[in-house]
């Protein structure tokens, strides 16, 4: 035990409302028994050996219980096997990107003391530490010596799960962009059956966050995340990129009705391709039909086509200044997307 405590530098015997461990040293359990037995319920003696270590070892009685605390096993050190949970299947065989994702930010949220801090600075920069750890002894009890070490599982686990991001080596959390991220998985319905907007639906749900569409032009992105970033903006983003005109009304009109302006990013017009170019125009009819004049389009005028007969707020890029961030500033402003007072 001491040995285990001496090379963790961590205090074990002091008494936690949260985790021992961050949760990606956590996950250690599930995806051991996902490979060593299939992902079903396994003996805790075979999985300590599976971990070369001992069912009596403090690490592994230590580990399992974070595992447990975090939602992806079930069972600890007395239990004659330990399985997965439906969250920890997710973790450790989803089916795609999008479950995994999901997965992480449920996990990080399950401990109170994390969901909390998560809630309570969401659309905040992350603050100092030695103000974070005065909010987790005063809030939250945390003992004065734990403090730290809950602050920084804290910040691991955002980075982990997306729930913070980094802005030009600036951390903010965005616990409602990971939250939304996991609800915009719907039930697909064919194209031809879509409808721009539900009458009875728009306003269910709104937020007062920015919807962000764009082609997979990832510069032009961060350019229009940062910006928004440093006006503490939340914003849910959509790569328009990956999906099919099928999936396409079904997945965005979701997306669109939570939120409450659009930034459509089309980038250069060599960027788009021919199914993208049937994209455009449906993408921006649709947030215009909502949100009527908080709609920013960003594109090479080449790939605009008639749309600024819409009366739409055009950003263009050209070959020699393909993101300017000033006029993209303004006309944020102009569309009272943000909001710059002098």
């Known amino acids: 035990m001491e040995k285990f405590l001496k090379n963790n530098g961590k205090k074990a015997n002091k008494r936690r409302s949260y985790p021992f461990h961050q949760l990606k ?33 403090s690490g592994f009685i230590i580990k399992l219980n974070s595992s447990a605390r975090y939602g992806i096993t079930n069972g600890g050190y007395n239990d004659p096997t330990i399985s997965l949970t439906e969250l920890g299947k997710s973790i450790v065989s989803s089916k795609n990107p999008e479950e995994y994702q999901h997965a992480l930010v449920e996990c990080s949220i399950k401990p109170d003391v994390f969901r909390d801090f998560y809630q309570r600075m969401d659309g905040k ?26 602050y920084e599982t804290i ?53 007062d966050r920015v919807f962000i569409g764009h082609f997979d032009d990832r510069q032009l992105l961060k350019v229009v995340e940062d910006l928004l970033y440093e006006f503490n903006i939340k914003f849910q983003v959509v790569n328009l990129n990956e999906l099919d005109l099928n999936r ?25 391709n021919p199914i993208n170019e049937l994209k455009l125009p449906i993408i921006v009819g649709a947030a215009s039909a909502l949100y009527d004049s908080k709609v920013v389009l960003i594109a090479a005028k080449e790939a605009v086509g008639n749309m600024p007969d819409l009366g739409l ?12 961030e000033i006029q993209i500033l303004k006309t944020l402003n102009n569309t009272n997307v943000i909001n710059i007072t002098v």
């Open 25 to 57: 040293q956590a996950q250690i359990i599930g995806e051991t028994i996902q490979e060593a037995n299939s992902g079903l319920a396994m003996d805790r003696f075979l999985l300590a050996k599976a971990l070369n270590t001992t069912p009596k070892s």
């Open 125 to 150: 920069q992350v603050p100092e530490e030695s103000y974070a750890k005065n909010i987790l002894e005063r809030d939250h009890q945390i003992d004065q010596e734990l403090s730290r070490e809950c």
């Open 155 to 207: 910040v691991a686990n955002g980075l982990h799960a997306n729930i913070i991001r980094k802005v030009k080596g600036v951390m903010y959390v965005n616990l409602s962009a990971a939250l939304q991220a996991q609800s915009t998985n719907v039930i697909e319905e064919p194209f031809g059956n879509q409808k721009y907007q539900d009458e009875s639906s728009i306003s269910k749900g709104k937020t």
């Open 248 to 272: 396409l009304l079904s997945k965005v009109n979701i997306d669109l009705k939570s939120c409450q302006a659009a930034i459509v990013l089309a980038g250069m017009t060599h960027e788009i």
């Open 313 to 324: 707020n055009i950003v263009y890029l050209t070959e020699e200044d393909p993101v300017s």
